[in-house]
C-alpha cells in the first residue's frame, strides 16, 4: 500500500498552499507510522524568482522527538494504489495524525538527541526543485513510532512544496 504525504491540506477549490521555509531550520513535514514502512520516494520545489544560496534540504528520522506541526487529517493523505481501501481508515492502522505526530508547517522544531539520514542532504536553489526515486531493495527504512521528517533550511525565506510517497 503506497500512501503520498504532502506539506498542506488536502487541495479542494483552491490551489495547494505553499508554505514558507524561514531562515532557521524547519520540518515541512513529519510522518509517525504505526508499523515500518518504506521511502519510495520524495521531493520538493521552490518558488523563488532570482537565483540565490541554495538552501539545506534533508530527509531524516528522528527517534522519540517530534516537531510540533499543524495536524494531517485523513483526506489531507493520498492512498496511491488503491489496495488500502480495503482495510479502512489508514490513520488508526498505518500512522497516527496529531500535533506531535503527522503533519506539516512546524512551529517548533523539539529537542532533537538522535537522527538517522534516510537520504543524502541536499542543496537546493530556490529556483529550483528535487525529486529522489528509490529502486527496489534500496528503499530507506522508516521504523515504527519514529518521525520521518523533510526539514529545510534557506539564507532567506522562500516558499516550498514537498512531498513524500510511503510504502507500508
Known sequence: MQY?????????????????????????????????????????????????TPGQVELIETGSIFATVTAAVNAD?????????????????????????????????????????????????PTNQFIEQFPLGNRPLVQATKALRIRMTFGTSVNAYCYVILDF
Open 4 to 52: 503520498l504525504f504532502a506539506n498542506g491540506p488536502m487541495p479542494t477549490t483552491a490551489a495547494f498552499a505553499k508554505v514558507a521555509t524561514g531562515t532557521s531550520i524547519k520540518t515541512m513535514l513529519q510522518v509517525k507510522t504505526v508499523v515500518p514502512c518504506r521511502v519510495v520516494e520524495w521531493g520538493c520545489s521552490f518558488d523563488g524568482s532570482a537565483a540565490a
Open 77 to 125: 493523505i493520498t492512498e496511491l494504489d488503491g489496495e488500502a481501501l480495503l482495510f479502512g481508515d489508514p490513520t488508526t492502522a498505518l500512522f497516527t495524525v496529531g500535533t506531535a505526530a503527522t503533519g506539516y508547517t512546524a512551529s517548533a522544531e523539539g529537542s532533537i538527541v538522535a537522527v538517522r539520514n534516510l537520504a543524502g542532504p541536499q542543496l537546493v536553489a
